[in-house]
């Protein structure tokens, strides 16, 4: 449950750019000594003494020992209230960096139309305008921001947008199945929230889906992640990958998303 700097040293002798969900395993106070010392070994012990990100996830409250869970984001959406959901993600935010964490990942603004999809209940469903609504208001909770090059507040952690894009309708219903959806639907229906979120929230992160669009992984699709999102919708922020993704670009073949 400690930091062990003999261990750092010898995994990440020259630092690390962000930890992976260090709250795992860990009480609230046990995460704020774990986070504090750190990033106080990387600010010291390491050439270029820059500080790590520490990442976590709060798709409905800050997953973690003792933190505040609140229902699925599906029945959040239930609510149908802007105001309730930005009070929910502005306390998580607030529990977040009480402990030494910096940045969610969170909201999921994918939109739910296929109901066998296994990860249906992180949307808050299947209605561009809603999901739109009211991922702007968490982008808001947990950022604060008054324009895109404003300044985080003590209490504020950046959002993460995920995932960009067409995951709520794979293929069959197959979790990271390619999704098959013409240029108008994706314009008008899935991409809508992260439009939403980046232009009127200014959310600072965003995380490509696993799957395909058209053929395309999105990962490394430079229509959604350079022309849309950088050009069009004046993105600044940074653009982080799914866990394996980047790995499986090129271990798991197109056609294997369909099986």
């Known amino acids: ?30 995460m704020a000594e774990f986070n504090n010392a750190a990033q106080r070994w990387l600010a010291e012990q390491t050439r270029l003494g820059i500080p790590a990100l520490m990442h976590e996830e709060a798709l409905h ?36 960096r009480a402990t030494g964490a910096h940045w969610a990942l969170a909201p999921v603004l994918d939109i739910g139309r296929d109901p066998r999809w296994g990860r249906i209940e992180e949307t808050m469903g299947e209605d561009p305008y809603l999901v739109s609504a009211l991922g702007v208001a968490a982008v808001r909770g947990f950022q604060g921001l008054a324009s895109k090059d404003a300044a985080f507040a003590e209490d504020k952690v950046v959002a993460t947008l995920k995932h960009l894009t067409g995951h709520g309708q794979p293929q069959a219903g197959v979790n990271t199945a390619p999704a098959h959806i013409a240029p108008r639907e994706l314009q008008e229906v899935f991409l809508a929230p992260f439009e939403a979120a980046i232009t009127q929230a200014f959310a600072a992160s965003i995380m490509p889906s696993y799957n395909e669009v ?13 022309d849309l999102a950088r050009e069009q919708w004046g993105f600044n922020g940074a653009v982080v990958s799914d866990y394996f993704a980047v790995q499986e670009l090129r271990s798991r073949p197109s056609s294997a998303f369909c099986q």
């Open 1 to 30: 449950m400690q930091f062990l700097p003999a261990k750092a040293k010898a995994l990440i002798p020259n630092g690390i750019g962000h930890i992976a969900r260090p709250s795992e395993y860990k009480t609230p106070r046990q």
């Open 214 to 226: 058209d053929g395309v992984p999105s990962h490394i699709n430079s229509y959604l992640l350079r």
């Open 61 to 96: 409250g800050y997953v973690a020992y003792d933190a505040t869970s609140f229902p699925q984001a599906m029945a959040l959406a239930s609510s149908w209230s802007p105001d309730d959901l930005e009070q929910l993600y502005a306390l998580a935010a607030r529990e977040m």
